[in-house]
């Protein structure tokens, strides 16, 4: 009898707590892609800087990934990296979407095609509804909305 009472309150607490799990892993999924894309921007600022080159993150067509390399003189039209330094496969059921291609210049400021100083945005979408934006300032300043 106390087998069975066991089991039944284990149902009863699984069911109540099994809606707010699945929120919360979502959460936490969230909060890694913000984490992971901000660190991994810096990052592309800094290695661009450091290796006096124009650096790319190029994201995938299916938006769930991205990689980050170095387009080196003469520069590519469109702008593609020459060599890969990084590739990041986002959490499942994270997209990302940016204005423009993210370039950085040998001085790690972020610039257009035409190597003009500039600001872009990225939209991070969980289950294609977004729930992040994020600028990125030509000095690489990363601000979330």
Same mark, same amino acid.
């Not at 990302?96 to 291609?101: H, M, N, R, S």
């Not at 939209?123 to 934006?133: A, G, I, P, W």
């Given at each position: 009898?106390?087998?069975?009472?066991?089991?039944?309150?284990?149902?009863?607490?699984?069911?109540? $707590?099994?809606?707010?799990? %699945?929120? /919360?892993? @979502?959460?936490?999924?969230?909060?890694? &892609?913000?984490?992971? !894309?901000? $660190?991994?921007?810096?990052? %592309?600022? /800094?290695? @661009?800087?450091?290796?006096?080159?124009? &650096?790319?993150?190029? !994201?995938?067509?299916?938006?769930?990934?991205?990689?980050?390399?170095?387009?080196?003189?003469?520069?590519?039209?469109?702008?593609?990296?020459?060599?890969?330094?990084?590739?990041?496969?986002?959490?499942?059921?994270?997209?990302?979407?940016?204005?423009?291609?993210?370039?950085?210049?040998?001085?790690?400021?972020?610039?257009?095609?035409?190597?003009?100083?500039?600001?872009?945005?990225?939209?991070?979408?969980?289950?294609?509804?977004?729930?992040?934006?994020?600028?990125?300032?030509?000095?690489?300043?990363?601000?979330?909305?």
């Amino acid at each position: 009898m106390n087998l069975l009472a066991a089991v039944m309150l284990f149902l009863v607490m699984n069911s109540l $707590a099994t809606p707010y799990l %699945a929120e /919360t892993t @979502a959460s936490f999924r969230r909060n890694e &892609a913000r984490s992971t !894309i901000e $660190a991994d921007l810096i990052r %592309a600022r /800094t290695l @661009a800087a450091r290796e006096g080159s124009r &650096a790319i993150l190029s !994201i995938s067509s299916d938006k769930e990934s991205y990689s980050f390399g170095f387009d080196y003189a003469p520069y590519s039209d469109p702008p593609t990296a020459d060599s890969i330094e990084f590739n990041r496969n986002l959490p499942s059921n994270i997209t990302v979407e940016a204005t423009q291609t993210i370039i950085f210049n040998s001085r790690g400021m972020l610039v257009d095609t035409s190597a003009t100083l500039t600001t872009t945005t990225m939209n991070l979408l969980f289950d294609e509804r977004q729930f992040s934006q994020l600028s990125i300032y030509p000095t690489g300043a990363i601000e979330f909305q």
